[in-house]
């Protein structure tokens, strides 16, 4: 991959993310990035996972959607069976594309090339989902030895943004939020927000592509 990045066009793109979207503690809440992943599934669609691991996400799918999704993997450990073990290996175009707790784990270039390789491989009209951890929850980010490169939500949309995505939600992601833990939440609201800190512990942003 091309890991060559224009950083003028990045903070360009950061800047358009920025008005777009709600400030960090606004963004919507949800339980998880898989659980969003099922309302862009239709019957026939074609999934790209990449990072794929041990290729869980399609034992998920089959237990979640009624719909016949053709899965497709890829992933640098061959310890598992994937159609790819590296994205510029991938062939074909796709209606949706996962990118789930991956770039993370690589150099702020790598993931560029990595993006812009995924929007070549999308069709018109399909979206791309990508997760990583929450850089403003206090911990998550640095509890993993092998996490690179932190993204806040702005940034990892204004490089989707740059790459000619367009429509970008962004969401954060908590599982387990009980009641007892959104109340003291919501009690610690000002707290959390005047030290810029959040206790969603992901985020997931998505674009599509005309």
């Not at 609201?189 to 599509?208: M, Q």
């Amino acid at each position: 991959m091309d890991n060559k990045v224009d950083w003028d066009k990045i903070k360009s793109g950061r800047e358009k993310a920025y008005r777009q979207l709600s400030s960090q503690l606004n963004l919507p809440l949800v339980k998880g990035h898989r659980e969003l992943l099922l309302k862009y599934l239709y019957d026939g669609a074609h999934l790209l996972d990449v990072g794929a691991n041990d290729r869980s996400l399609k034992s998920y799918i089959d237990n979640k959607s009624s719909n016949n999704i053709f899965y497709f993997s890829c992933d640098v450990d061959t310890t598992h069976k994937h159609e790819y073990y590296s994205v510029d290996e991938c062939k074909g175009k796709y209606n949706v594309i996962t990118v789930f707790e991956v770039i993370e784990h690589l150099q702020p270039g790598n993931v560029f090339a990595l993006l812009n390789k995924c929007y070549e491989l999308l069709s018109p009209g399909g979206v791309i989902l990508v997760s990583t951890p929450n850089v403003h929850h206090p911990v998550r980010f640095w509890r993993d030895c092998t996490h690179i490169t932190p993204f806040s939500y702005d940034e990892l949309a204004g490089i989707l943004i740059t790459i000619g995505f367009d429509g970008c939600v962004a969401y954060r992601t908590k599982t387990n939020m009980g009641l007892r833990k959104k109340i003291v939440a919501y009690v610690c609201r000002p707290l959390i927000s005047l030290l810029g800190i959040d206790y969603a512990t992901g985020i997931v942003v998505i674009g599509s592509k005309s």
